[in-house]
């Protein structure tokens, strides 16, 4: 099942704050969030694996709620390499080998 | 640590023609490797699960006679369009598995377009 994502698209300006949501139907095993720039790979940005988590690193942070059926990631004081589009991808089992089901993204576009 | 190094980058091939794109795992072995296609502004879309030393896993509405998947070592997974048409035109991107500091790490990514 294909996790929720929104919203589809944001405007900042530099500074700015934003807020990007991920939800399923069902509880998760874990919460990725990979950053991708037109054109090239996605980049891992942090996973969550325990409900009521928070992490982060800079000025990027994101938390897994208690039923672990939500996750948001955050941006805060946003710079300009920040634009991009955030997918988060989402496991529904502990097994490694099962694949990424990814949202269908976020484009944050960060202006001067 | 937990790079995954693809090739090519990009390749343009006339209709008909087969084309392969290498996935390695360059410092950590990967016994799974997954390939993606992504089509513009658009999700990244599983396509099959490489295993090493068995048959992939293919997702729903993914001809397994079309694109060919090969893992042969611990390190090195290939994908195969084969009789490659216009609308097989895309990115396609590998991921493996690089623990949990590093998360599943993606491929550079292969752009094909077929004319």
């Known amino acids: 099942q294909q996790p929720v994502q929104s919203p589809q698209a944001v405007i900042l300006r530099e500074g700015e704050d934003a807020v990007i949501n991920c939800s399923s139907s069902k509880a998760l095993y874990s919460v990725h969030w990979y950053r991708q720039k037109h054109g090239e790979a996605p980049v891992f940005l942090m996973i969550l694996l325990k409900g009521g988590e928070q992490k982060g690193h800079d000025k990027i942070s994101a938390s897994f709620n208690e039923k672990k059926q939500q996750s948001s990631l955050y941006l805060t004081a946003s710079q300009l390499s920040y634009s991009g589009t955030y997918f988060c991808?989402?496991?529904?089992?502990?097994?490694?080998?099962?694949?990424?089901?990814f949202g269908k993204g976020t484009s944050l576009l960060v202006t001067p | 640590g937990a790079v995954v190094s693809q090739h090519p980058s990009r390749v343009i091939c006339k209709s008909g023609t087969s084309v392969k794109i290498e996935c390695r795992s360059l410092?950590?072995?990967?016994?799974?490797m997954f390939w993606y296609r992504q089509f513009p502004k658009q999700s990244l879309m599983l396509m099959a699960t490489?295993?090493?030393?068995?048959?992939?896993?293919?997702e729903q509405g993914v001809e397994k006679d079309k694109f060919l998947i090969n893992h042969a070592s611990l390190t090195l997974s290939t994908l195969t369009v084969t009789s490659a048409h216009p609308e097989d035109s895309s990115f396609y991107i590998c991921?493996?598995?690089?623990?949990?500091?590093?998360?599943?790490?993606f491929g550079s990514g292969t752009r094909l377009t077929v004319v």
């Open positions: 991808g989402t496991e529904m089992n502990s097994n490694s080998g099962y694949a990424l089901n």
């Open positions: 410092d950590f072995q990967a016994t799974t």
């Open positions: 490489s295993n090493e030393g068995s048959k992939a896993t293919y």
């Open positions: 991921s493996a598995w690089g623990g949990e500091y590093y998360g599943y790490t």
